[in-house]
């Protein structure tokens, strides 16, 4: 059952859902001239668009001038007039998730089913219009469903009508990104909105100081400690998901690795992975490590001298090109050191360095949606997520390593590229 006293129990910032939900509708998108309603009606849909801000989202204390009894009477009875409508179409039936999800704010429970199951029907008669999947999504993200939410709006995002989608979209997208922690998504869909009105928009206007007092994007010499930039994002399979927003990377990793994180300081910032042990051809079991570097590169440094700094003092090694189509313009190398590990045939070792420019949208391609937790109090709660940086300004160098050995080159190689491939993403 869904109890709409959740509704306000994931909040970043106090008052910010109500700044946002209570400035448009996506009722607005609807076009009521095909909805085929009696005149009788007519009244009724009047006073639904006229007070749509009383009840779009879930106030917490009704402070409407009008009576909340005579809202959910008048919407109640304005829902059965249109459903009574025989022939109904996509537009129809939006208007009835509409309404059904304004009752639902009202804390009127059965209709959050309602709700969902009309914009469903609405969705088996139009597939391709984007719509229909817009106002489901955002009634899961005004229920405090932010997971569905963010799927259900990705798949809309498939089916944006060209030259564009109307600026609303947008700007309820941008919403549901903020509930969900997104704040790189929220920020690139309240930039979309703007594109369109052709100005800076109501939602780019109130969500970019909001994210700039959420997230700090400190100084390239600055002292983060490791709690404050990795944190575990989730799980997959057998992999573990890493994300680190200062240093703008995400790391999938094999449950069974040691995995060791580094702070940042001195400009730098990295992870070391133990895979699982190799075995030679003898059977023998040898261990291996690969390491994930990221720094903030000094003024006029080259990522080619950059890569030197790692790799100078071996005197054999060639530049190869791995097979990492995720990073283009890298410089990789192959090296071959006969001083190390000279029991296991001597060294063989890998590299690739990384350049990166400051991305327009910080976060945006590592972010994933956080649910939020189910609140049972009717007073209002705030849950704040523990993101705390930005991305740090400027272009970043990566390094990346395999340190192995030539009895197990083969096995070694392989889980590198496939780290590199699958396991390591880079904004």
């Not at 996506?26 to 009521?32: S, T």
Request: hydrophobic share 40%; aromatic share 12%; glycine share 4%.
């Amino acid at each position: 059952m869904h109890s709409p006293l959740k509704k306000l129990s994931f909040i970043l910032i106090p008052s910010l859902f109500f700044i946002f939900s209570s400035a448009w509708a996506n009722i607005n998108a609807i076009d009521l001239n095909k909805v085929n309603y009696p005149a009788i009606l007519q009244e009724k849909i009047d006073f639904l668009v006229k007070n749509q801000d009383f009840y779009n989202r879930w106030m917490h204390d009704w402070n409407a001038p009008i009576p909340k009894t005579t809202v959910v009477e008048t919407l109640t009875s304005l829902y059965t007039g249109i459903n009574k409508i025989s022939n109904k179409n996509i537009e129809t039936y939006l208007l009835l998730g509409d309404i059904s999800h304004y009752l639902y704010n009202m804390e009127i429970e059965e209709y959050y089913q309602k709700a969902v199951d009309n914009y469903k029907q609405a969705a088996a008669l139009a597939p391709a219009d984007y719509r229909t999947y817009w106002f489901l999504a955002n009634h899961y993200a005004l229920s405090n469903e932010q997971i569905q939410s963010i799927q259900v709006y990705l798949h809309a995002l498939k089916l944006l009508p060209s030259p564009s989608a109307h600026p609303l979209f947008w700007a309820d997208y941008a919403v549901a990104c903020m509930n969900a922690a997104m704040y790189g998504t929220a920020a690139y869909a309240a930039r979309e909105s703007s594109k369109i009105e052709g100005v800076t928009s109501y939602i780019e206007n109130e969500i970019t100081p909001v994210i700039k007092r959420t997230l700090r994007t400190p100084p390239a010499d600055t002292t983060i400690a490791i709690n404050d930039m990795w944190g575990i994002a989730g799980k997959q399979n057998d992999k573990i998901i890493f994300t680190n927003f200062l240093l703008g990377s995400r790391l999938s990793v094999d449950s069974t690795w040691n995995v060791n994180f580094g702070g940042y300081g001195n400009r730098v910032g990295y992870v070391s992975l133990t895979p699982h042990k190799a075995k030679t051809k003898k059977g023998a079991e040898v261990s291996y490590t690969i390491l994930f570097l990221a720094e903030t590169p000094k003024a006029n440094e080259s990522l080619q001298q950059f890569s030197d700094k790692f790799n100078a003092r071996y005197k054999v090694k060639q530049p190869i090109h791995l097979d990492a189509e995720n990073f283009k313009d890298a410089i990789a190398t192959e090296i071959y050191e006969s001083s190390m590990y000279t029991d296991m045939g001597g060294g063989h070792l890998y590299t690739i360095a990384i350049e990166r420019p400051q991305p327009e949208f910080p976060g945006m391609l590592l972010e994933a949606p956080a649910e939020a937790p189910k609140g049972n109090s009717k007073a209002a709660t705030y849950y704040k997520v523990n993101r705390k940086y930005s991305r740090l300004s400027g272009p970043m160098y990566y390094f990346v390593s395999l340190d192995s050995c030539e009895a197990i080159n083969p096995e070694s190689l392989a889980v590198f590229k496939d780290f590199l491939k699958n396991g390591l993403l880079i904004e």
